[in-house]
């Protein structure tokens, strides 16, 4: 709202502040780097993602000069564009985002390190609000702001907290269908033959707390088994039962949801 309004109407309702701080947290592979693109390309917005392993060096020092060095670029590059607007995705925040008393409990030079490391990052989290409107901040996390292991100190500098949950029902059937219309062949013909058996499909997925990612991974192993079939009959065509034998391939496999399901 704050971007598509007119000046006229940012002066009359008291030029209110848009959110551009946003704190994202939920399970790996719900979505939430995705919703930050999708953001993005909503705002008309270039995106950056930055992990933080793209921060990291072998020694301390290179370290915080490298956490100056992406900051001084983003707020150089959006400065140099005012007229743009820019949308900037920590991810792994809560590498960063440790809370200190955590780090004293612990001691040692590595703690002191890290200390310093949210020194730098609380400063320039600052600097980014008051020298470049036009960036839009996003930490994105698999841990709960609840938990003690995330330093308040950070946590104040996001306006505004999103729990990414993992998908429902129709959103995981909507990105099924999604994943099927991009096969090269009859993908529609094939959801609307067996649209129920991909709705109940859909439904055991959600059951198991999978995420998208999880969805991603059993898209691509049917295909790898409907590769198989293919070189033997290059007639044969995309079959439900692929879809289901690398659902069971994932089940067996991935620990991340036999985990969820056992608690």
Same mark, same amino acid.
């Given at each position: 709202d704050y971007f598509n309004?007119? #000046?006229?109407?940012?002066?009359?309702?008291?030029? #209110? +502040?848009a959110a551009n701080r946003l704190l994202m947290h939920g399970e790996p592979g719900t979505g939430k780097s995705y919703f930050a693109k999708i953001l993005a390309k909503t705002l008309d917005a270039d995106y950056m993602e930055i992990k933080y392993s793209d921060l990291n060096k072998q020694y301390c020092g290179e370290h915080i000069e490298n956490v100056k060095n992406i900051f001084e670029n983003i707020i150089k590059t959006a400065q140099n564009s005012p007229e743009k607007k820019f949308v900037v995705n920590f991810n792994e925040i809560d590498s960063i985002a440790q809370s200190p008393q955590v780090l004293q409990f612990g001691g040692g030079s590595h703690n002191t390190f890290k200390l310093e490391e949210r020194s730098v990052f609380l400063t320039y989290i600052e600097d980014l609000a008051d020298k470049t409107p036009n960036v839009i901040l996003i930490g994105s996390t698999n841990i709960s702001p609840k938990n003690t292991r995330l330093d308040e100190a950070v946590l104040s500098r996001f306006k505004n907290i999103i729990e990414v949950n993992s998908p429902d029902? +129709?959103?995981m059937f909507e990105a099924l269908k999604m994943h099927i219309k991009a096969l090269p062949e009859g993908g529609d013909k094939f959801?609307?033959?067996n649209e129920k058996a991909l709705e109940a499909f859909a439904q055991t997925l959600v059951d198991r707390k999978a995420s998208f990612r999880d969805l991603n991974c059993i898209i691509s192993n049917s295909k790898n088994y409907y590769l198989k079939d293919a070189i033997k009959d290059k007639n044969c065509t995309y079959k439900l039962e692929y879809l289901e034998k690398a659902q069971k391939t994932l089940e067996m496999t991935d620990g991340e949801i036999v985990g969820k399901n056992k608690k």
């Amino acid at each position: 709202d704050y971007f598509n309004a007119s #000046p006229e109407i940012l002066k009359k309702t008291g030029m #209110p +502040t848009a959110a551009n701080r946003l704190l994202m947290h939920g399970e790996p592979g719900t979505g939430k780097s995705y919703f930050a693109k999708i953001l993005a390309k909503t705002l008309d917005a270039d995106y950056m993602e930055i992990k933080y392993s793209d921060l990291n060096k072998q020694y301390c020092g290179e370290h915080i000069e490298n956490v100056k060095n992406i900051f001084e670029n983003i707020i150089k590059t959006a400065q140099n564009s005012p007229e743009k607007k820019f949308v900037v995705n920590f991810n792994e925040i809560d590498s960063i985002a440790q809370s200190p008393q955590v780090l004293q409990f612990g001691g040692g030079s590595h703690n002191t390190f890290k200390l310093e490391e949210r020194s730098v990052f609380l400063t320039y989290i600052e600097d980014l609000a008051d020298k470049t409107p036009n960036v839009i901040l996003i930490g994105s996390t698999n841990i709960s702001p609840k938990n003690t292991r995330l330093d308040e100190a950070v946590l104040s500098r996001f306006k505004n907290i999103i729990e990414v949950n993992s998908p429902d029902k +129709t959103c995981m059937f909507e990105a099924l269908k999604m994943h099927i219309k991009a096969l090269p062949e009859g993908g529609d013909k094939f959801i609307k033959d067996n649209e129920k058996a991909l709705e109940a499909f859909a439904q055991t997925l959600v059951d198991r707390k999978a995420s998208f990612r999880d969805l991603n991974c059993i898209i691509s192993n049917s295909k790898n088994y409907y590769l198989k079939d293919a070189i033997k009959d290059k007639n044969c065509t995309y079959k439900l039962e692929y879809l289901e034998k690398a659902q069971k391939t994932l089940e067996m496999t991935d620990g991340e949801i036999v985990g969820k399901n056992k608690k």
